[in-house]
């Protein structure tokens, strides 16, 4: 037994000492005496997130570097510790165990899919740590320990129905997805904001996770005839392979996708042209926090930066919430912290975050419009958006 | 098709077989216990993630290592139970009676889905691949119909957040250990029975099988409705641990790593699939955060040198370094196996007074070549009967016509008054005929012992556990093998026998099946004379002493001139004479054909026996 | 009703250009090759390459070609001639490959999706319908491919000796002709035309590290059906091709995806040849 110990603790110590050399670019070794609050990060470093996940480590470590150089939490220094989900439930229950049993981390924060989330709140629930979960997704998942930053449906469709209605006089729409639940969850919180302001919806189709041939969809829409069409696809491949088979069937009507991020339209090129799109930060947002946040970041990183976009930007401004509900709690005790996340509020690149509502957060939404250059234009910004009834239980 | 790759072996001597495994079985359950409050929280999570995953990759072993059914769809099963716990805690809470109401609906649902695979996979003459791309299509599937559950499945977000069994980790990790445990003890003593052989003879050679009366498709179909169950089990305590269900665990991409783990571990061994299982999930929860696409691509390649250069895995370079490491091992052999003579089975085939064989307007064409045209004979108890005539004649054919019910275009063929109509051969079999193959078709990595048990199958079914030390053979079978000594050699493997042992060894597994008629085909190809000799002095012993029927396909003249009792000429597909030795040998005609002299053969009038 | 039967028209011509490649490995070594959908992907990504480097994207058809068959070379050379005697474990060796290039390709050009501009945009009006003109002539394309097999099948001497190793490779063998060879052409030649197809299908699709995996099932099943006929091939492809055009129209297209497997997996079942004569 005893050997069977001792050969454990130099496999853990081992695994240990790689994962610090491989985060030794993200740790910051101040000198403090005190030992570090460690924040896990479970990120899809492979997978379907593997394209962002190198933005959203990136967003965390400048966040962790800034309030080291300004004496760390409580006098303690922030350590990260990132690991890889997988961008999937069974990497993320090795992520969660990893992060929360091995390395003992005080706090996770990041942005998974919805299996992955859903695959490690158990284990949250177990090791009894907060989670502030920074990806926008479909909403209505509750856990004791859970407090969400980033938008739910509720905010984000709202934009660009009103917009279409408005401007465009469109009263016919057609909604396509991918068939999962973030997909079908847009899409049905679409649909029923459409007819709850006079719409019609006049198709609503889905195509698998992985689908990549739109053809028949596309037939059908055009048959249709809608004055606009709403697009909620699974992000990647999907996105462009929807847009680009649109745009060769001649499809020029009013097109909202609620799925693309800045990011992928620019690369898109002259097919991504025209799209609007919603979100809760674009690069172009004109505030001095957001000048001054991508500052930071270039200077940070510079040739390395990864484009900071909605997925990124609530991580750097969770980590702050942290440290201020820390600081108000005094202590990185769980039953303490848990309530003072609520209470904490943090101005960011996308104006002042307050979790208070229902473990979610009221948000400035942005609407915008690819341009030819790949740029995005904000047409119009809609103010403290409130997320809705979220989770009533967790009052 | 048999791939070329042996078992290893797994085999201690001693009748008692079953005490070994348990012993082994009970201070694994020891070491379980004592580990599970010792190990580290976090090794202990990633610990019982990995038995329930090792449980299942010993399925995939089971049928793809030892039976040969290659099989992506062992996931889809696991993840069936998996969803039946998820599904019914969610919506219909949970409580100690749902939870056993969860774990039925999910085994029965697993076994439902099976017995579907099977219909569609395993039937007579199925082709392994299309088994192997059923087995691939149901994961797709079951994913699909997954996702599109919309909130009742949770579709690609699975299920998360049920109540479950309320037992401390500790607790889980003794129980799924002990399910892995118990798993594989009861694989290995099934493996390890006679009836467990079945499963390589089945892999080397599934044609010499189902002339063997084994049923093939149903055995196949059986075990994977086991392996299904016991996967699906495996998927309900993953859920019930792990508190999350996701479509992954039913995909296509965790079936193919568990083949990738059964191979890299060892296929056709136990210990195989439960190493590479565990040692690689493990593995990849310490290191692949910090090289998560360089791991991928090193078990990538690692699976691909595996499947090219080391087909066994690397259990066996294990074993060898074990056992080079523990020099004063016994070698292991086989348990000892002597012959007795099976008491003569009443209401057999000699009662009957029908001929044992009868054709008739036999035909086989393919497309619009006639292979055989209007074959009519009978072919009676206490005849050695030999189909002589040209290359190309169709001799061969017609042999696989009166084994096999589904061969003929047109024609009845009776075998003891029965007639076969489209029966497989095992059907055929049933009936009294055995049939020899041209090319002596044994199993290569069964010894002499299993084979001949395997031959018995149909009349005596081999113990599921237990290895029996006597193997009771008919006479005929017996006189064969004294006659070539292959008697003093009961735990011999196949593969080491002579050319002339391995044309006994199969003439004496049909014997063997207690047939009423033989048909043999070229029996003498690649003997030497002396063996020549030895051989016609059994059939003519079979013929009269026995009285078989026995039916020759030959081309050596002067032995079908010595040993038959009747000769039948076969020529384009035509019998063109049906006599006695005499009347044959001194025939024209027959010279004729034989020369080449078509003509003058296809112009003269049939001679009725 | 006319978009509908230009679906149907186009679907099938996709579906032959991606399969065509596998039929050939198929008939002529009875060995599904799982490596398809990489060769698939390494097309796509030779568009990359031959956009980075900032010829005209119609460059990038024989750039494919070239690198899809040199790979070819190299792999039957070290994993499938080594099984030839192995078919089942040919497959698993296939299908390691193909995770080994996906991840190469990640190593060296990310995971991200990679945009590559369509040659030919926008619709055309045809017959009083807006349709998609890449789509149509993708259609041409198929023509073109089967014209050209065929002409290599039937004209030439490789293409004669071919067939004799699909009908009968031990009598083949006998009359002299090197079936090693054979197969070896074969191989990358039909890897060669995964790669074209890879690169021709571009413009509909995305390029990024596993975009030939949805294809596998597809093609497979079309291949497993036709036997080793172009013929069936092409009846397949429009049948099968057609009935996901249909169900993913009518009932949904999730059915949809699946209607090529299921379909053809019961066609075997009651049909072991598929659609290939006797």
Known sequence: ?395 | MADPVSTMPLRTGGVSAWKAPVAIGVAALVVLAVCSVTLPTFLVNNLIRAFLYAAVALTVDLLWGYTGILTFGQSAFFGIGAYAAGLIFTHAGFSLPLAVGALAAGLGAAWIVSRMVGWLAFYHGASPLYASVVTLVLPIVLVQGIYSGGEFTGSSSGLSGFDSIDIPLEAWFFVAGAFLVGLAVTAWLFVRSDAGRLMVAIRENEARCEYLGINVSRYKARLMDACAVIAAFAGFLFACVQMVVAPEYAGFVFGTELVIWVALGGRGSLIGPIIGAMSIDVGSAYLSGNLPYVWTLLVGVAFVVVIVAMPRGLAPLVAGVARQAMPRRRRIAPAPVTFVAAQQRAGGFADNTRPALSLRNVQKHFGSLRVLDDISFDARAGELLSLIGPNGAGKSTLMRCIADGAERSAGTVEIGGTEIRTLAPYDCVALGVGRKFQTATVFESLSVAEALRIARYRVAPPSKWERDSTLELPQPALDVLRLTGLDRIPERECRYLSHGQKQALELAMVLALEPRTVLLDEPTAGLTKQERTQIGEIFVELSSRYRMCLLLVEHDLDFVQQISSRIVVLHQGRIVMDGSVEEVVHSDLVRAVYAGDAHAAANQPEEEA | MLNLGLDVVTTAAILFIVSAGLLMVFGVMKIINFSHGAFLTIGGYATVIVAHAGLNWWWGVPCALAIGFVSGMAVERFIVRPLYARPLDAILATWGLGIIVGQIITLIFGRGVQMVASPVDGAISLLGTQYSAYRLILVGVALLIALALGWLLNGTRLGLQTRAVIMNEALARGLGISSSRVRFMTFCTGAALASAAGCLITPLASVDPNMGVPWIVGAFMLVLVSGSSLVSLAVASVVLGGAQVLVSTFINPVLGGLTIAVLAALLLRIRPEGFARG
């Open chain 1, 1 to 395: 037994m005893k050997r069977m110990s001792s050969l454990l603790s130099t496999g853990r110590s081992c695994g240990v000492t790689a994962a610090l050399l491989a985060s030794l670019a993200m740790a910051n070794h101040a000198a403090f005496a005190a030992d570090p609050i460690q924040i896990g990060v479970p990120v899809g470093l492979s997978g379907a997130n593997s394209v962002v996940a190198p933005s959203v480590v990136q967003a965390a470590q400048l966040a962790v570097d800034e309030i080291n150089a300004k004496g760390g939490i409580l006098g303690r220094p922030v350590s990260l510790e990132v690991a890889d989900d997988g961008s999937g439930a069974a990497g993320a229950q090795k992520a969660f165990d990893s992060l929360i049993f091995e390395k003992k981390v005080n706090a996770l924060i990041s942005m998974e899919t919805s299996a992955a989330r859903n695959a490690g709140l158990p284990i949250v629930t177990r090791g009894r740590v907060p989670f502030i979960y920074t990806s926008f997704y479909e909403g209505r998942s509750c856990n004791r320990y859970m407090y969400v930053d980033a938008w739910v449906p509720d905010q984000q469709v709202a934009p660009i129905v009103d917009y279409f209605m408005k401007q465009d006089k469109a009263k016919t729409f057609f909604l396509i997805g991918s068939d999962y639940a973030f997909g079908r969850g847009m899409l049905d919180f679409t649909k029923s904001y459409i007819e709850k302001h006079g719409g019609k919806v006049v198709g609503n189709e889905y195509l698998p996770m992985d689908g990549s041939d739109w053809t028949s969809i596309i037939s059908k829409l055009q048959a249709a005839k809608p004055d606009a069409v709403i697009t909620s696809t699974a992000g990647g491949a999907p996105n462009v392979t929807l847009t680009k088979q649109l745009r060769a069937a001649g499809v020029k009507i009013p097109y909202g996708n609620l799925a693309v991020d800045e990011g992928t339209a620019k690369s898109m090129g002259a097919d991504a042209q025209g799209i609007y799109i919603s979100g809760s930060y674009v690069t172009n947002i004109d505030t001095p926090a957001n000048h001054a946040f991508l500052a930071a970041m270039q200077k940070r990183f510079g040739a390395d930066l990864k484009t900071p976009n909605d997925l990124s930007v609530p991580e750097y401004e969770a980590i702050y919430l942290y440290k201020a509900a820390v600081e108000k709690a005094g202590t990185t005790d769980t039953a303490k912290v848990i309530p003072a996340l609520a209470q904490v509020s943090f101005a960011g690149p996308r104006g002042t975050i307050q979790m208070d509502r229902e473990r979610h957060t009221p948000l400035t939404m942005y609407l915008g419009q690819v341009q030819a250059d790949g740029s995005v234009k904000v047409i119009e910004s809609f103010k403290n958006v409130d997320p809705g009834e979220q989770c009533p239980a967790l009052k």
